[in-house]
């Protein structure tokens, strides 16, 4: 027969170590009354641990979602009070008061010979990795803003492409030359990462990016629009040359050995728009109706140009 005194060592040496791991600890018994506040919990939200004892689920979990930034949005997420649900997990906590802090809310069910005996929440703080994934997420935002190369294909970033646009949306204004901007797009990129993973879809994209770049002029600019999506500066060109690079890039894209698993074909479908002088529109206008030209182009499987206004 257990010594009923082992089994409550056991169980106090158990909080005492997650106390003295600074983990926030709520201990509920099977009928749903708290047994336990622990010290680190009292001080992430505020409340007087011995004020808590005896008191039910709901009174404990009211008091600690007052102190959240949702306190609606905190009952819901920490789940009603059913023993035997499954342990839940609720990433991310806002309280507000005693202090701004973030919390990672672990409930876990305590089961004996299939019968519920309660349930205990743990509570970590984690506003200091939140903190820090916050500044490498801007620092990387930064970097990107400083940096004019996509990472993983090589070739221009958006900004660096918008730049270059401008420039040449000026020399066309003042040379009374038109050019063109064409998008591309690979057909069901979506389902191409579900199915041999993120990593096979980015070696795609670099490999996509390879072919285009072996179609453009020395002075085209190429670059990544977004996602798995190109964009491309033709100075100079008008509708006929712009279909011309279009049908080149889309049928060596389609025609490439990319040795896939599963060995599906690659396809990219193209849209593009040109500037006609005189014209009051601006770079980002001729983007803009290249973008129409490209969903166009999706919808109907084919090359769309919209050659702008005829001067």
């Known amino acids: 027969m257990e010594d009923p005194g082992w089994s409550h060592f056991v169980e106090s040496a158990f909080l005492a170590v997650l106390e003295a791991a600074d983990e926030g600890i709520v201990v509920f018994d099977r009928e749903g009354n708290c047994r336990m506040v622990g010290r680190r919990a009292g001080e992430l939200f505020g409340l007087e641990p011995a004020n808590y004892a005896g008191a039910s689920r709901m009174t404990v979990l009211r008091a600690m ?6 306190p609606g949005a905190f009952l819901e997420a920490v789940g009603p009070n059913d023993l035997l ?13 005693p202090r701004p802090r973030t919390v990672l809310w672990t409930s876990i069910p305590v089961v004996r010979d299939g019968a519920p005996r309660g349930r ?14 916050r500044s ?20 221009v970033n958006l900004r660096r492409f918008r ?6 949306h000026g020399r066309s204004t003042r040379a009374w ?34 072919l ?36 080149r890039m ?27 002088p005189p014209s009051a529109e601006r770079g980002e206008d001729i983007v803009r109706r290249a973008g129409v030209s490209l969903m166009q182009a999706r919808a109907k499987a084919q090359v769309v140009v919209d050659p702008g206004a005829t001067p």
């Open 65 to 70: 979602a007052a102190a959240c930034e949702e």
């Open 85 to 97: 649900e499954p342990l839940r997990v609720v990433g991310q906590v806002d309280v507000r008061r």
């Open 120 to 133: 205990v929440a743990l509570l970590r703080d984690i506003t200091r990795e939140r903190s820090a994934e």
């Open 136 to 155: 490498q997420r801007q620092l990387q935002t930064r970097l990107n803003e400083l940096t004019p190369i996509d990472t993983l294909t090589g070739l």
């Open 163 to 168: 730049e270059e646009l401008e420039r040449e």
């Open 177 to 210: 030359d038109s050019y063109a901007v064409l998008r591309l797009d690979i057909d069901d990129m979506h389902d191409l990462n579900d199915a041999l993973g993120t990593p096979i879809g980015d070696k795609v994209l670099e490999q996509v990016a390879e």
């Open 212 to 247: 285009l770049t072996s179609c453009r002029r020395e002075y085209d600019v190429l670059g990544r629009y977004e996602a798995d999506e190109f964009i491309l500066l033709l100075p100079g060109a008008d509708a006929v040359a712009a279909l011309t690079v279009a049908e």
């Open 250 to 276: 889309v049928r060596l894209v389609a025609t490439h050995d990319y040795r896939l698993a599963d060995s599906r074909s690659v396809s990219v479908s193209a849209g593009a728009a040109i500037w006609v």
